[in-house]
C-alpha cells in the first residue's frame, strides 16, 4: 500500500541581518503581519553561546518590509507614533510566548 502521509519539517525561521559595521547578526522570525498596507516583522537574537544569551536584553526587534525592484528589503522604523504602534501589536500577539518588560522612557 503507497504511503501518501507528507512529511512536514518544522523549525525556526532564521535571518542574518548586516549592521552598519558589517557585522552579521542572526535573528529569529517569531511573527510577521501586514498593517495598514504595510509588512512588518517581529524578531529575537539566536545566540550560540547559552551564556551570551542570558546576558541578551531579550528585546523584541521590529523591522518594516520594504520592497525595491522586485526585492524585499528590512528597514528600521524611524517614525516613533508608528514603531511604538507596531511594537504593541506584536507584544500583544506575541504575549503568551515571550515575557516583555516596560522600558523607562527616561534616558540617562
Known sequence: MPDNSMELEY????????????????FELVDSEELEGTRYVALVPVFDDAQEQLQDSGELI???????NDEE????????????????????????????????????
Not at 523549525?11 to 542572526?26: F, K, M, N, Q, R
Request: glycine share 4%; aromatic share 12%; no cysteine.
Open 11 to 26: 523549525g525556526a525561521e532564521i535571518l542574518t541581518l548586516v549592521d552598519d559595521d558589517g557585522e552579521e547578526h542572526e
Open 62 to 68: 521590529v523591522l518594516r518590509i520594504v520592497e525595491e
Open 73 to 108: 528589503f528590512l528597514e528600521a522604523i524611524e517614525e516613533e507614533e508608528e514603531f511604538d504602534r507596531i511594537s504593541e501589536f506584536f507584544m500583544e500577539r506575541l504575549s503568551d510566548e515571550f515575557y516583555f518588560e516596560e522600558e523607562d522612557d527616561q534616558e540617562d
